[in-house]
């Protein structure tokens, strides 16, 4: 086993090995490439903060419906494509229950992760009108979904939205809607990689002005009510998840099961479209895949042609557990909860060794404690911190490759660091301060 800190040089080699010039260009599964190799060669585990995997169990109650679900022997039968019955009627309770917003069971469609729903939505939308062939990020944002354009060909725009908070939010976004080529906006919330949750007051801006403008908002709730500074865990009581859909009928919410449920194995999310855009006619739709309906372009040629539906087993899983939660029986807040108490601690840890929470406040309250936080060390660069986060066996992304102006920042995500970890990992931080000071 080799000593810490790891040499520049050592670290060099593996990042030259992996065609890494600078790695605070390298992508998250560059990262989590390079790091196994260095882990393997050094015999030195790693603290884990560059992928966004679950590090909790997932819940009984859909692993159990799972497997009598498979007993039952659907794994023989294909799955409708619009999805089976009781896991639409059951996402359009947990919508109703969590959200305060209703959507019929027709328009909740299950698709393979969000990242499916994500991808059939930005092809649709960018479909609709000629005139509107480009997207807009509400940037700092999930990487891949800029990988998604580049495969379907689309065009996008993006700007960070940490100089654009509150109303200023308002002038920003009509510097482009008022250009007339914007078809939808996308935006997470929470937000993956600064935990950013957007307020009321700056749904309502998306939501106005995507009534003013035509345009389809893309609301990704991947960390859905995991704002944990709020108990939005009770259903049909309010605190709800925050969203869109108040103020718009223009939308399409991504529900993940993947980080909320942690059900990220089994690739299973909703795409819920509002009722009224799932009827809506769009006459290049017909042009190009021969059917005008939104709701119905969007089932029967997108997630038809991508993969005819969703694991049928998966499905059941996903129906009994929105349906515990819409009964009151599984508090799936309470299960993820724990992302939170990680991450105060970690966070209190870099800022004591001297780091800055890159994206620190939701105008004028402190960011929450949630699965990703990000963090920056004066004097260096994204590329610069994360090799002297490497050296002393640390891992994360840089911010530079999510659309974030903040070039210095990386993101740490909590999610592989329990909290039996935290005092070795106060190990390498201290070490780290050692290394780096003055
Ligand atoms: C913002 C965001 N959207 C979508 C996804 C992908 O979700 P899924 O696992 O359901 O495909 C992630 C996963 O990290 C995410 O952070």
Redesign the pocket.
């Known amino acids: 086993m080799k000593n810490l800190p790891f040499s520049k040089d050592y670290i060099n080699g593996f990042a030259k090995k992996f065609g890494l010039d600078d790695l605070g260009k390298a992508t998250i599964r560059e990262i989590v490439g390079m790091v196994n190799f260095i882990q393997e060669d050094s015999g030195v585990p790693f603290f884990r903060m560059e992928m ?1 995997v679950p590090g909790l169990n997932p819940p009984e109650v859909g692993i159990n419906a799972e497997i009598d679900a498979l007993k039952r022997g659907v794994a023989s039968d294909y799955p409708m494509v619009d999805g089976i019955k009781p896991l639409k009627e059951e996402a359009s309770k947990f919508i109703k229950n969590f959200i305060n917003t209703d959507i019929r069971s027709e328009s909740c469609i299950p698709t ?7 991808y059939a939505s930005f092809l649709m939308c960018g479909n609709i009108d000629p005139k509107k062939d480009t997207a807009l990020f509400i940037d700092p ?2 990487p ?2 800029k990988q998604q354009f580049k495969v379907l060909n689309q065009k996008y725009e993006s700007f960070d939205v940490y100089n654009f908070r509150g109303k200023k939010l308002r002038d920003k976004l009509e510097t482009y809607l008022k250009n007339g080529n914007i078809n939808s906006i996308i935006y ?1 919330n929470p ?2 990689p600064t935990w950013v949750c957007l307020t009321d007051e700056e749904l309502q801006i998306i939501g106005e002005l995507a009534n003013k403008y035509d345009v389809i908002v893309i609301e ?1 709730l ?2 859905f009510a995991m704002d944990f500074r709020v108990d939005m865990s009770k259903p049909g009581e309010p605190p709800y998840q925050p969203s869109v859909s108040k103020y718009t009928d223009n939308y399409i919410l ?1 529900i ?4 909320a449920f942690s059900y ?1 194995g089994q ?3 909703v795409t819920a479209i509002s009722d009224k855009l799932f009827h809506r006619k769009y006459g290049p739709l017909r042009e190009r895949f021969g059917a005008d309906e939104f709701g119905y372009t969007f089932v029967l040629r997108s997630i038809y042609s991508l993969s005819s539906g969703v694991s049928h087993s998966a499905q059941y899983a996903l129906a009994a557990m929105f349906k515990a939660a819409n009964e009151g029986k599984f508090n799936f807040v309470k299960s993820v909860r724990e992302y939170g108490e990680r991450a105060a601690i970690m966070k209190n840890m870099f800022t004591d060794a001297g780091f800055t929470i890159v994206y620190d406040t939701d105008i004028d309250k402190p960011i929450a404690d949630g699965f990703y936080f990000t963090i920056s060390y004066p004097g260096m660069s994204g590329g610069e911190l994360l090799e002297a986060l490497i050296q002393v066996g640390i891992s994360a992304i840089a911010l530079d490759n999510t659309g974030s102006t903040r070039s210095e920042g990386l993101r740490a995500c909590v999610s592989q660091i329990g909290l039996d970890k935290m005092d070795a990992l106060q190990e390498r931080v201290e070490l780290f301060k050692k290394i780096n000071r003055g």
């Open positions: 966004g393979v992760g969000s990242m499916q729903g994500g944002g999930f891949v979904q997470s937000n993956n990704d991947a960390y991504l993940s099961s993947s980080k990220a690739r299973l999310a």
